[in-house]
Structure formats: structure tokens, C-alpha cells
């Protein structure tokens, strides 16, 4: 039987995916970061339903599935010095802040992020709806995209989900801010149901900020 558990590497193309959030050529992958996602590992990825592969001409493209953008939020295993595609994986993460997170949360290099003090900690109702928006800006690959709630709800774990739904609600209240059903209900996952949130008489699926 194939072993299924994740190595280093494995755990670096998850990583890598996440921070491109879209899908990917192999052949960019080893363009931009020296992530080679080989026969195996793709086979192996996708049949633990991690990422989702497609031929496509010479090569193949690649996207993280719900169940990947669950498991990568978590903790996974880049311990291994001698994986090459963790300096990939890290360099993906890298400039991805700089590219989409940074512009849209008022910081304009890593420095300021990490090291200002002079801004007073926001109360925290409005510190949730403030980590809502830069969980939506690491996610969407642009203001106003679609981003499933499914994949915004991993990185709130450590709030009770009726804290994090009072602030999805408050959210909802903005002109910048929608919240809308998925249309095609057949195409809806348990994950994507659990996720989603109840506004009126219906069920909440996908969020869209700077529409």
C-alpha cells in the first residue's frame, strides 16, 4: 500500500499552493520557486484529495483543495534541512505578503508590520472584523474576489465560531463587504456547508471585500 504520510517536501508544495491561491503550472512552480511536484508526489496529493491536478499541454496545473487549504493552516512537517522545496516554499510566502497582504492592510514593508508599536491595540470586536480582512486579503487573488468561507474558517480556530460569525455578520454591514450564496448548490461540499453562515433565510458561502 502507498504510504501516504506527508514529508517535508510534500508539506512545501501545499505551503507554495496556499500562497499563490490559484491554480498553478508545474512549470511555474519550478520556475518561481524550485518546487518540482513530481509523478509521485501529485499522485500522492491527490489521492489523500489534497490538491487537485490537471493535465494541461506538456505539463500539469495544480490547486489546493478545501481539504489542503484545511491542512495547511495546521501544523505540518518542514523540519528536514535537506528538502530543497522548503526555501521554495518559504520564498512563495515571502512574496506573496509583500505582493497582496501588505497592500491591503496599510503597511508598507515587513519592518513596519512586525515592528510598530505606536498604533493602540484595536477593541477586540473590531480587532476579529480587522483579522477577517487580511485573512480575506492572504486568500483572494484580488479585492473583490469570491473566497470561499470554508477557507477563511481555518485561520480563526482559536475563536469560538459565534464570536467569529458575530464579526462575519458585523463585516456584512460594510459597503465594501458581500456575503452571497455559492449558486451552484450541487457543487457544495460538507466542508463548505459546515462553513457556512446563516444571514436572513439563507445560507452564506462566499465572501467578496472591495466590491
Known amino acids: 500500500m502507498a504510504n501516504d504520510s506527508l514529508t517535508p517536501s510534500d508539506s512545501a508544495t501545499l505551503i507554495a499552493l496556499m500562497a499563490e491561491a490559484r491554480t498553478v503550472l508545474n512549470t511555474e512552480l519550478v520556475e518561481l520557486y ?30 489546493l483543495t478545501d481539504e489542503g487549504w484545511v491542512l495547511v493552516q495546521k501544523d505540518l512537517d518542514v523540519s528536514s534541512p535537506k528538502a530543497r522545496a522548503i526555501g521554495g516554499a518559504l520564498a512563495a510566502l515571502h512574496l506573496n505578503l509583500l505582493n497582496r497582504v501588505l497592500s491591503r492592510t ?18 477586540p470586536s473590531a480587532n476579529l472584523e480587522l483579522r477577517l480582512r487580511n ?53 457544495l461540499t460538507e466542508v ?13 458561502h462566499l465572501l467578496a471585500i472591495g466590491v
Not at 496599510?106 to 477593541?123: C, K, Q, V
Request: aromatic share 6%; glycine share 4%.
Open 192 to 204: 463548505d456547508r459546515t462553513a457556512a453562515i446563516r444571514l436572513g433565510r439563507q445560507d452564506r
Open 34 to 63: 524550485g518546487i518540482d511536484v513530481i509523478k509521485d508526489r501529485r499522485e500522492k496529493l491527490n489521492r489523500l484529495h489534497l490538491v487537485r491536478s490537471q493535465r494541461s499541454g506538456r505539463t500539469y496545473s495544480h490547486e
Open 106 to 123: 496599510g503597511y508598507h514593508n515587513l519592518t513596519e508590520m512586525f515592528s510598530r508599536t505606536d498604533i493602540a491595540p484595536p477593541e
Open 135 to 187: 485573512a480575506y486579503a492572504a486568500l483572494a487573488t484580488q479585492p473583490g474576489a469570491w473566497v470561499a468561507l470554508a477557507r477563511l474558517r481555518p485561520f480563526f480556530e482559536d475563536m469560538p465560531r459565534a464570536d467569529v460569525d458575530a464579526a462575519l455578520r458585523r463585516l456584512s454591514q460594510a459597503p465594501d463587504v458581500d456575503l452571497v450564496p455559492e449558486e451552484n448548490q450541487k457543487s
